[in-house]
């Protein structure tokens, strides 16, 4: 609990002046020895301990009424479930989630969960802490930097609390604070968690939870405290725009798109609406009028006329208005398509030969594709700077060899790297991840798919909501997948939890906005599984893995807001201009450049590179965590969630006065209660009166009558 006057606590001695009081009236009385009062004193030892408990209760509430009065006078101060109670700590980490879907609005004021949730983080640290605390800020778009901060008003000043289109990583922010905790021995430490519970910002089923539970748990004096906004937006639209190609015929020119347009919340997605939409084109705007069905507009080949001298260009497609502002709008450039070109490094050709076939099937007409076959001594032949995928059935390069630092230059350069089991394998991992030994079919028939992950990844349901086949795949060999440094993320499991598909997570020296490397444990061989004879889903997988490293071809890009998204070097980011610019973006740091959604170009002429930015897809998820499980995330530490919503102006650290005031009042009404003489009966008084007084007549004495006067 904290005090705005916390001076007043001093006089809190003088709750003890009833006491005082009491033993000074003791002392005053004099003791006077009177014979007819030791009838009374025997009479009255019936009764002495209910006196003496009455007393002892007359005199505690009257030091409860006077220390209630003091503390109503010091002001004091709880809020968040009592969340902020306990004193000032000597350090208070704030974990700021700034992503996208942090910027859902509440219509009539227009404030975002962030603003709402940074306002009231400033009122409530200022208010309970007083200044008497450190404050250092820790922010989803630069875990690497903590940031300390001179006081709590400057929180919402700070351009590292504000609005962003990435994703934000809960767990990799915790384990910032952990660092940042141990590094400095920062004392007793609150840290407060500022998020809408986004599920895949959260990343609950992953690995690294359990470590930092156990890490926490060591450290003495640690709580948590969370601030959730988790309620999804009511009638919220996002647009995806999946592909956008420029085709010319008869002497015309247009831009051909496909894209989606979902409704978030499911419950409102019912019957037919009209929603218009407004295509811009280099910074020419067209509105097309469009039915969303069921909560669904799935667009393709939507053809938008445009100048035939118009070779290359950007543009966006907005939705109306609503309470989440960050999925109404989807950025993309468009030029001279590159060859998307994969490269298969593998010591045996014909087994790849089913993979070559499945890259080289056209899913995109306008485009064209490419596969070639190298063995592994032919590395050097790699075209890295057209390649965008890259399978690996080899043994892994040793972490010193210039080829494993080629692979990872490939990773940082947004591309994919898709690992596929050699038939030997040596010690050598890969980013922390090895291969182990082959596991054969038990009883010698294809072991099914238990489980994998159709949210998200290169396993993920379509965009209509229709799964993979995942489930009838089935495996008669594999390689075991260890992770020995590096994090893995499972994508698909086998009946045993043992891992067949998994991603790797960026290492920490890679950038954020580096592409994807897989490592998938089987081989789609008949004598390894069914992958070649079902086929949809080797297509589905090859393709998206191709299509995520094809995102930085050619000069004409599409990436995802992130850090690094531009290029580490501050000097490289500077570079960078936005084309689709507006008066507030103008004003925005060089360092938001690459975490805020839009248009950037690099370069003049036909030869600038022109790069689209957009929020990650899964911000656009309407799952959030339930409280259960942010209590399992979180089970052995001290923490408190407080869900709150954007319309809710109550403050985190409310006076609570009003309380020490009723108790003053409960307390004084009580102890006048107590000092009220007992209640007598005033039948038994009389009957008593009347027998004192009345005689039998055989006993009644001679002098009855009073005597008279001599005279």
Not at 363 to 373: F, N
């Amino acid at each position: 609990m904290s005090f705005l006057q916390p001076l007043l606590l001093f006089a809190l001695p003088l709750a003890l002046l009833p006491v005082i009081i009491h033993l000074i009236h003791l002392h005053r009385r004099r003791t006077v020895h009177w014979a007819a009062m030791q009838f009374l004193f025997a009479a009255q030892q019936m009764n002495r301990g209910y006196s003496r408990l009455r007393r002892w209760l007359i005199l505690a509430f009257r030091v409860l009424a006077v220390a209630a009065i003091l503390l109503t006078a010091a002001r004091p101060l709880a809020g968040g479930w009592l969340g902020l109670t306990g004193g000032a700590p000597d350090t208070v980490l704030v974990l700021i989630d700034r992503s996208a879907s942090m910027e859902q609005q509440n219509l009539a004021t227009g404030l975002s969960k962030r603003e709402a949730g940074l306002k009231k983080l400033t009122d409530g640290i200022r208010d309970a802490y007083r200044g008497r605390t450190e404050l250092v800020l820790i922010d989803s778009a630069d875990t690497a930097n903590p940031q300390p901060v001179e006081k709590p008003e400057a929180l919402a000043e700070l351009p590292a609390t504000w609005a962003t289109d990435t994703a934000a990583d809960l767990p990799g922010m915790l384990q910032a604070g952990l660092d940042y905790i141990t590094s400095n021995q920062t004392g007793r430490t609150d840290v407060w968690v500022l998020s809408d519970l986004q599920q895949g910002d959260w990343d609950a089923s992953g690995g690294r939870w359990e470590p930092l539970r156990q890490a926490f748990t060591e450290l003495p004096g640690i709580r948590f405290h969370l601030l959730a906004y988790p309620q999804a937006a009511p009638d919220n639209l996002a647009v995806t725009v999946e592909r956008t190609a420029r085709r010319e015929s008869g002497g015309k020119a247009e831009l051909v798109l496909d894209l989606e347009v979902v409704a978030t919340d499911s419950a409102e997605s019912e019957g037919v609406t009209e929603l218009p939409l407004r295509f811009v084109i280099n910074g020419v705007t067209s509105v097309h009028e469009a039915e969303l069905k069921d909560g669904r507009l799935s667009l393709r080949g939507h053809a938008i006329p445009i100048d035939a001298g118009v070779q290359r260009g950007w543009g966006r497609v907005e939705l109306p208005a609503d309470a989440s502002p960050a999925d109404n709008m989807w950025h993309f450039v468009f030029d001279a398509p590159p060859t998307l070109k994969s490269v298969l490094v593998t010591d045996d050709p014909l087994a790849m030969t089913p993979v070559r076939a499945a890259l080289e099937a056209p899913v995109d007409p306008d485009r064209a594709y490419e596969a070639i076959i190298l063995p592994p001594d032919r590395v050097a032949e790699i075209p890295w700077d057209e390649t965008a995928l890259i399978l690996w059935q080899a043994p892994l390069p040793d972490p010193a060899d210039l080829v494993a630092r080629q692979l990872e230059s490939h990773l940082e350069a947004g591309r994919s790297l898709l690992f596929l089991p050699p038939e030997t394998a040596d010690a050598n991992a890969f980013l922390g991840v090895a291969w182990g030994d082959w596991v054969n079919s038990p009883d010698g028939s294809p072991a099914l798919i238990d489980w994998w992950r159709s949210d998200t990844g290169l396993l993920a349901a379509t965009r209509d909501g229709s799964a993979l086949p995942v489930g009838e795949i089935g495996v008669l060999r594999r390689r075991t997948i260890t992770a020995k440094s590096g994090d893995i993320l499972p994508l698909a499991r086998m009946e045993n939890n043992e891992p067949l598909l998994v991603r790797l997570a960026p290492a920490a020296d890679l950038d954020r906005a580096a592409g994807e490397a897989w490592f998938l444990a089987t081989l789609p061989g008949t004598s390894h599984s069914t992958l070649a004879r079902d086929g949809v889903v080797l297509f589905a997988l090859l393709h998206r893995a191709l299509d995520a490293g094809a995102a930085t071809l050619g000069n004409a890009q599409q990436r995802t807001a992130a850090p690094g998204a531009l290029g580490d070097a501050d000097a490289a980011i500077g570079q960078w201009k936005r084309i689709d610019k507006t008066e507030e973006e103008n004003l925005l740091p060089t360092p938001l450049l690459p975490l805020r959604a839009g248009v950037l170009s690099r370069g003049e002429g036909d030869d600038a590179r022109l790069v689209a930015l957009n929020r990650p897809i899964e911000e656009d998820l309407p799952a959030r965590l339930p409280t259960t499980t942010i209590d399992e995330l979180f089970a052995g530490l001290d923490h408190r969630i407080i869900e709150d919503v954007v319309e809710d102006e109550r403050s985190l650290a409310s006076e609570i006065w009003r309380t020490f005031l009723f108790l003053m009042a409960a307390a004084l009404l009580l102890e006048a209660l107590l000092s009220l003489p007992a209640k007598r009966d005033p039948k038994k008084a009389a009957e008593k009166t009347t027998g004192a007084a009345s005689f039998p007549p055989s006993e009644t004495p001679a002098s009855s009558s009073p005597p008279r006067s001599a005279a």
